[in-house]
């Protein structure tokens, strides 16, 4: 059996090692660039621009003919996978539908399965894993299927945020949510709820405070060790000390720590921490 997996670029991963994996990249996008979110943006030099430049920004998705581009060519292959942003924030869940709706009429041989992930960053790259483990054991389609729908039951994504103003400024939180934070050493700490949308837990005072919140949300939500993924968007520091939390906590957790890639640095912002876990 030979599986192809595709992901937009909202995971925070530009390679999945030993998979046939393609990455689809959004944009981020001012009036003077357009910014392809792929493995060759340097985020750091795109976050150093955006923070001189005063105009209008923006982001934008993989349109159906995007996707169906990476499809590729169904020769060979026995199904295709693909894992999206949350459908309740972007245009990308809907195009890639759209795309394999098409792709499958001209390819019946070969099945698209699309999963919205109603979250963003690190609870996509649980997802992606899980299919790279669940492709790799040559299980027919359908059980594969059935596998990842069940383990998405099993995921979640808690954040630290700084600033919400980009997610303001683009209508994906309200005004409500973005005020009081930005104000120093204000930390918003929020999950993906259930829907694919932001959620606000509380505001906090530091760093700390917000970590310690985060953590007894996790252990409510059914977080009791396993496989973490953290990103940050520079913010290396306070992804270290929550992976050291939640080791310390659970010794029996497997936590990976990455940078955010080009869409969820632009809209995590500088400081943030989102943390994709396995529950209960
Ligand atoms: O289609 C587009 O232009 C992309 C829009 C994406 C909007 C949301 C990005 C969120 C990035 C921020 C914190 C986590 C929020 C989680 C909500 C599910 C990361």
């Not at 195009?95 to 394999?100: E, F, L, N, P, R």
């Not at 400024?169 to 829907?195: D, F, H, T, Y």
């Not at 530091?206 to 940050?232: D, T």
Request: with cysteine.
């Amino acid at each position: 059996m030979h599986y192809r997996l595709l992901s937009d670029s909202s995971c925070d991963i530009r390679t999945l090692d030993g998979a046939d994996f393609t990455l689809v990249p959004l944009h981020i996008i001012t009036s003077e660039q357009d910014y392809t979110d792929d493995a060759a943006l340097d985020t750091d030099a795109m976050a150093d621009a955006l923070r001189r430049y005063r105009g209008r920004t923006s982001t934008s998705c993989p349109s159906p003919a995007d996707w169906e581009a990476a499809f590729g060519s169904a020769e060979g292959v026995d199904g295709i996978f693909v894992v999206t942003i949350t459908g309740a924030l972007s245009g990308s869940y809907n195009a890639a539908c759209a795309a394999a709706a098409r792709f499958m009429e001209q390819n019946p041989g070969c099945p698209v399965h699309v999963i919205d992930s109603r979250s963003t960053g690190p609870e996509p790259v649980l997802l992606l894993e899980k299919l790279r483990a669940l492709t790799g054991r040559d299980l027919p389609f359908g059980q594969i299927v059935a596998d990842i729908t069940d383990y998405a039951q099993h995921t979640a994504l808690v954040f630290i945020l700084s600033s919400v103003q980009n997610l303001a400024k683009n209508g994906r939180a309200s005004r409500l949510q973005a005020e009081a934070v930005g104000l120093l050493g204000i930390r918003i700490v929020g999950q993906a709820s259930p829907e694919g949308t932001l959620d606000v837990i509380g505001k906090y005072r530091g760093e700390e405070a917000a970590r310690i919140k985060a953590i007894l949300h996790m252990k409510k939500q059914g977080w009791s060790g396993g496989r973490a993924v953290i990103a940050h968007c520079r913010n290396e520091s306070g992804a270290r000390m929550m992976r050291g939390a939640l080791c310390e906590i659970c010794p029996d957790t497997e936590v990976t720590v990455l940078r955010t890639g080009g869409l969820c640095s632009f809209y995590a912002e500088e400081g943030g921490l989102l943390i994709g876990y396995e529950r209960a």
